[in-house]
């Protein structure tokens, strides 16, 4: 069993597991791991796949419970603006390095969406490490604006749920419903960045990696069915503030181009 499908299947178990009363989410967490085995915009296209199949079953486990508002003032927005992010991930792709340099006799290059994605990592990581979000709802007549950045956000790096919650926060929705609402947008944020990157996704590192695929999905479906079994307010603060210190490890990789 290769090192590349331990560590993907293993996050995703434990990250699907932990979104539910996180601050964390599946492609936050999962989205740097892949890119440690995989090009970039194909870990983001490989974390999509993953991330649209499991919110598929929590939005099962969760059916009727959304707030059908909030979904429309949000989600519809979030769709327009992740086309406009995956688009920008597909053309940053194809641009040549900006930077190229040898470390102990390894060629490295720093990439336009090495950088980019390696920048939104760091700086959502920190974020959600300094809680700066976290616990502060914005004000619900700026639902569709909170739609527009998450969903850019969403298509452009997988990163949606930081600014989604902190929109929905203040709506005075149940934890269920909280929840159920957030899944039903990341569901259609999800479906339209795929829609985009479905010109990226016959690559060698996408169709070569069915299985991987098929594995990391059903360990995201065990955690979000523990997760469920276990829906309460949880106190993880040092297992989340050594998650973030990592991906801010994996942030600096990316930007200097080392993954």
């Not at 300094?130 to 007549?141: E, V």
């Not at 604006?145 to 850019?152: C, H, K």
């Not at 957030?182 to 169709?207: E, F, I, K, N, Q």
């Amino acid at each position: 069993m290769s090192a590349a499908f331990i560590a993907v299947c293993a996050t995703a178990l434990a990250a699907s597991a932990l979104t539910l009363f996180s601050g964390f989410g599946l492609g936050t967490i999962l989205t740097p791991v892949m890119a440690v085995f995989f090009p970039i915009e194909a870990a983001v296209a490989m974390t999509a796949l993953v991330h649209f199949a499991n919110n598929l079953f929590k939005l099962a486990l969760f059916a009727g419970k959304a707030d059908r508002r909030a979904c429309l003032r949000f989600g519809l927005p979030a769709v327009f603006a992740s086309f406009a992010g995956a688009a920008l991930l597909l053309w940053l792709a194809d641009l040549p390095p900006l930077y190229a340099y040898s470390l102990f006799g390894r060629f490295l290059a720093v990439t336009p969406v090495k950088l980019v994605v390696g920048l939104l990592v760091g700086v959502f990581s920190w974020l959600e490490i300094a809680h700066t979000l976290k616990g502060r709802g914005l004000p619900p007549g700026l639902l569709p604006v909170g739609g527009l950045v998450s969903g850019f956000f969403g298509g452009l790096s997988g990163h949606q749920g930081a600014f989604r919650s902190a929109f929905l926060l203040r709506l005075g929705l149940s934890k269920e419903t909280f929840i159920a609402t957030g899944v039903v947008v990341a569901c259609m944020v999800d479906a339209t960045r795929l829609s985009v990157y479905v010109s990226h996704l016959s690559v060698p590192d996408v169709a070569g990696n069915l299985g991987l695929l098929a594995a990391a999905t059903a360990c995201a479906f065990a955690g979000a069915f523990v997760g469920a079994r276990l829906l309460r307010k949880m106190t993880i603060e040092t297992l989340h503030r050594l998650v973030g210190a990592m991906l801010l490890v994996l942030s600096a990789l990316l930007v200097a181009g080392v993954i």
